[in-house]
Each structure stands twice: as structure tokens, then as C-alpha cells.
């Protein structure tokens, strides 16, 4: 008769591996975190709070409007200088802020990048978020202000409204995250990049209409990204404005191009720049 096969006894209960369930929106988690402590730390300890977001734009567009409005008898489009400064300032705003606050987001989490749990992805994500859906929040009340309190009369045309608004974010994060790795790897870049960008202000069509410029000038101008969201932007609060030459193909070509830059810059480096 054959003898089964001794086999071996259960470890004890006490011994036995415990499989928990693997953490659950674990990223969300800590994004979530990360855009409530910069929350708190920037806009709660701050007098005023989130009212400097609003007050900040609203003073730039009242000086821009009240100081050409003393030497123009009216706005390149339109008869309101307040509709006009806004709809091309709101944006710029927008990509502004969004690129410079995704370009600090390694340095401003840095203590926190030293958990495991938390990640430079995260962090870019938080700031990406909160400072997108907060100026478009104030990019929204100001134009809407500006709608009601002035009579322009003018017949809103929403999606390229909204297109405007969604390829401004979606320039700011691809600059902002090649910013970040470059700002990392390379300090000195900050400082090169807020000289080359300052004409950035003046060279988007904030003050002018790209369709009044020379030729010469609008063969360079048309290369600046910003300038075709911003004639976006305008064609949706004036109909009878044509930006023939927007090209929102561009803008995405470029957003993505520096987005990728920026992807494979901080996927290699980011150890390196999180030791410096």
C-alpha cells in the first residue's frame, strides 16, 4: 500500500503573508493634497486672498484702457478700450501664470518630492490645475464684468472662446514643464528666460491687431504662438473680426513639441535636479 506524500503544515495564521489592497487613487490623493497646501499657503496667509488673482488683471486692464483711450479716439475693434485690452490681455494672463507657476512646481514641493509617495508628475499636475482653473475662473468674471458694466453690445460666439482658453493652458504646461527641467538642470535659465520673454507682453497683440501690422513685422510676429490665441480669443467677442491667419495647429504643434521636450528632459534628470 503506498503511502501518500507528507505535506508540509500551514504556517501559523500569524505567519501567513497578508495581501492588502494596493492604494486606491493614490496619485488623485496626493495631487489633491499638493493644490490644497499650495491653496492655503498662497492665497490663505495672504491679506485679501483670492481677490489679488481678480484685482491684479483688473488693475492692468483699467491702466492699459484709461492710457490709450487718452491718445486713440477708439479701439482697434469695437468702441469699448476695457472689451479690447481684456480679450487679448486675459489670455496672456492665462498662458503666463499657468507656465510660470508648472515651472516652479519642483522647487515650491521640493521637501515633499523626498517621500516616495509624492512625485514631480504630481506636483506638476497640482499646480497645472489650480493655477489653470483659477485664471480661467477670473479670466470669466472679468470679461463677464466688463460685458455687463459697459454697454458693447457684443454677440459672444463661445467655442472659440473656450478654444482659446484651452490652448493657452494647454502652451503654458507644455512650456512650463520644459521650463521646470531646464530651470533645474541649468539655474541660470530663469533669469535668461524672464529677458527673452519680456517683449512677449508687447509682441502678442495685446495693444494692436496682428492684420494692422506691416508685412515684414507679421512674417515675424505669426511665429509667436500667443498672437493666434489671442486673435482667437477676439474673434469670439467680435463677429465681424476674420483672423484669417490664426492657426490653432500651430499653437498645438508647438504645445506639444515642448510638452514632449519637457516629458523626456524630466523623466531623465529629475533625480539629478531634485539633489542639486
Known amino acids: 500500500m503506498s ?19 494596493g492604494r486606491r487613487f493614490a496619485t488623485l490623493r496626493v495631487v489633491m493634497a499638493l493644490i490644497l497646501r499650495e491653496m492655503s499657503s498662497r ?20 491702466v492699459l484702457s484709461i492710457g490709450f483711450s487718452l491718445i486713440m479716439q477708439a479701439p482697434p475693434l ?23 507657476m508648472v515651472a516652479r512646481s519642483v522647487m515650491f514641493s521640493r521637501p515633499l518630492l523626498q517621500y516616495p509617495a509624492v512625485t514631480w508628475v504630481d506636483a506638476v499636475l497640482a499646480r497645472f490645475l489650480l493655477n489653470s482653473l483659477t485664471s480661467v ?8 464684468g466688463v460685458l455687463v458694466l459697459t454697454d458693447t453690445r457684443a454677440v459672444l460666439d463661445m467655442p472659440p472662446i473656450l478654444l482659446a482658453m484651452v490652448l493657452m493652458m494647454v502652451l503654458g504646461l507644455g512650456v512650463g514643464v520644459l521650463n521646470c527641467a531646464l530651470m533645474g538642470l541649468f539655474p541660470l535659465w530663469e533669469m535668461i528666460w524672464s529677458v527673452i520673454t519680456r517683449p512677449l507682453f508687447i509682441a502678442s497683440g495685446i495693444f494692436f491687431l496682428y492684420d494692422d501690422m506691416p508685412q515684414v513685422a507679421r512674417d515675424i510676429l505669426w511665429y ?11 474673434t469670439g467677442f467680435y463677429p465681424m473680426y476674420m483672423a484669417a491667419y490664426v492657426s490653432n495647429l500651430y499653437v498645438l504643434a508647438v504645445s506639444c513639441v515642448t510638452l514632449a521636450m519637457g516629458l523626456i528632459l524630466m523623466g531623465r534628470y529629475h533625480r539629478e535636479i531634485l539633489n542639486r
Not at 509667436?224 to 477676439?234: A, C, Q, S
Open 43 to 62: 492665497y490663505g496667509r495672504t491679506p485679501g486672498g483670492y481677490a489679488w488673482a481678480i484685482l491684479e488683471p483688473l488693475a492692468a486692464i483699467l
Open 224 to 234: 509667436n504662438p500667443l498672437i493666434h490665441v489671442v486673435g482667437e480669443m477676439r
Open 3 to 21: 503511502v501518500p506524500p507528507a505535506t508540509a503544515p500551514d504556517p501559523a495564521p500569524e505567519l501567513r503573508p497578508v495581501h492588502r489592497p
Open 137 to 144: 475662473l477670473v479670466t470669466i468674471i472679468l470679461l463677464a
Open 78 to 100: 469695437g468702441t469699448s478700450f476695457l472689451l479690447f485690452y481684456a480679450t487679448g490681455y486675459m489670455p496672456f494672463n492665462l498662458f503666463n501664470t499657468v507656465s510660470n
